[in-house]
């Protein structure tokens, strides 16, 4: 498994579902059909989303910082 960052190329909207998808293994597009159908459970799904976002460093910020 690969570290937990937003990457820069494969994004939609903030790359948070492709992250994911890297992390765990599987395609962005599953991860984002996973999280399109739990958006019908009711939920805090896109203030994960948003938060997400927010907190997962950029693949290149994430390179950046380790490089030190």
């Known amino acids: ?7 820069t190329h494969g994004r939609m909207i903030g790359g948070v579902c492709a992250g994911l998808a890297r992390r765990f293994g599987t395609s962005a597009t599953t991860m984002r059909v996973i999280f399109l159908l739990s958006c019908l ?3 805090p799904q896109f203030l994960l989303y948003i938060a997400l976002w927010i907190l997962l460093p950029s693949e290149d910020k994430a390179s950046a ?4």
Do not use: E, I, K, Q
């Open 1 to 7: 498994m690969s570290a937990l960052v937003r990457p």
């Open 65 to 68: 910082r380790t490089a030190w």
């Open 41 to 43: 459970l009711p939920g």
